[in-house]
C-alpha cells in the first residue's frame, strides 16, 4: 500500500534493526500493535517505521493520551510537525519530511497524518478529517518549522476583496493586522513580552549603529511615518545593544513603497539582506523595524507581517500570505532559512 506513494525498500521486522531509532518508538504489544517493521524510502532518503494496528481506535486512543500526557508536561509542540501517517489497518512514522508529503499529498491517497494537539492549525486547501477519537483528527497536511512540508495551496490573499468582516473578526481569509493610535499603545502592544522598550526614545533623529540598521533611512514623514521611537541601549561609552524601531504610520503605501526600494537594493549584490539591517513588520497604521529573529517570531504571534520583495517569493503551506499594498511584494510570516 505505502509503494503506492513512495518507494519501501528493505523491509524487515527485526526489532533491533538499526534503522529504528533507540528511543522514543513503541513496538508489538503497544499501543494495540501486533507488528513492526521498518523499510527504507530510496526516494526520499528516509526511513519508515510501520505499524499494523487492527484495532485502529485502540491506536489512536493511545496515541491521544500520549499527547496529552506531553500537553500537559508544558510540551506546547506537541504534533504541531506530526509525522504519524494512519491507513484503514495500519499506521506509520515517517522519519523524513519528503516521505510523509510523498504518502499524503496526493488527490487519490487515503492516508492522513494523526494529529491529537487542537491547537494545530491546518491552512485552507487542505483536509480536516475526524479521527476515531475525540481530541484528534486527520489531515492531509505536512507541518514543518524548515518549510519543507506541503506546498502552498492558495494564491496570495488579499483581504481587501474579500467581503465585509463579520462583528468582531477579521476579514475572511486573514487573520487581521495589529493596529494603535499612538507610539504608546504600540509600545503597550508589543512591550515587554517582544520587544525590550524599558528603555525608549520618541525622536525623529536618525538613529542607527554598526550592528542595527533601521529600515527607515532619512526623516520618517518622507516614508509616511507620523512618529517614530527606538527601544533599546544608544550608544555612547558603550556600543549601541539591542535597538529595534517603533512607528506609527499615516501612509502605509509609501512606507511599502520605499522599503521595497531599499530591500530590493540591499539584495541586489549577493540575493541576501545585511545581517544588520532590519526587517519591516507591518500592521494596519503601525510598524516594527528589527533585525532580531526572536523579537520577529513574537511579532510574527501578534499578527505583525513581514513585507518581503524577493522576486518569486512564496510561503510554504500553513503560513501566511497576503498582498502588500505594493506591486511585486507580498506580506507574511514566512521567512526562508539563511
Known sequence: HVQQYTSCENLSTDPNDSRVPLSGFIGAGDWGITERGVCTDKKARGEIVLFLTPDM??????AKDHAA??????????DLASRTVVGKTFALTALGTATAVSLVDPPNSDLRILTCNPDVFVPEGFKKEKALVEGCFLTDYVNSPDGQGSPHRG????????GAAKPGQPSTGSLG?????????LKQLVSPHTVDCTSMTVTDEHIQSIDYMPVVDGP??????TQRAVCGQLGGERRAHNLNWLDTVSDMKTLQTKAKAAQLADLKDDGRLKATASKLLVGTNIAVE????????GLYQLQFL????????????????????VEGCVLTNYERPS
Do not use: H, M
Not at 57 to 62: C, E, L, P, R
Not at 156 to 162: A, F, G, K, Y
Not at 220 to 225: F, I, L, M, T
Not at 290 to 297: D, F, G, H, I
Open 220 to 225: 520618517p514623514s518622507a516614508w509616511g511615518v
Open 290 to 297: 528589527t533585525n532580531n529573529a526572536n523579537v520577529r517570531r
Open 155 to 162: 494564491a496570495v490573499r488579499d483581504p481587501s476583496t474579500e
Open 57 to 62: 481506535k485502540a491506536f489512536q486512543q493511545a
Open 69 to 78: 500526557k506531553l500537553l500537559a508536561e508544558g510540551r506546547g509542540d506537541t
Open 306 to 325: 513581514y513585507l518581503n520583495c524577493e522576486t518569486g517569493f512564496t510561503a510554504p503551506a500553513g503560513y501566511r500570505l497576503e498582498k502588500a499594498q
Open 177 to 185: 493586522l495589529p493596529s494603535a493610535g499612538s507610539i504608546a499603545e
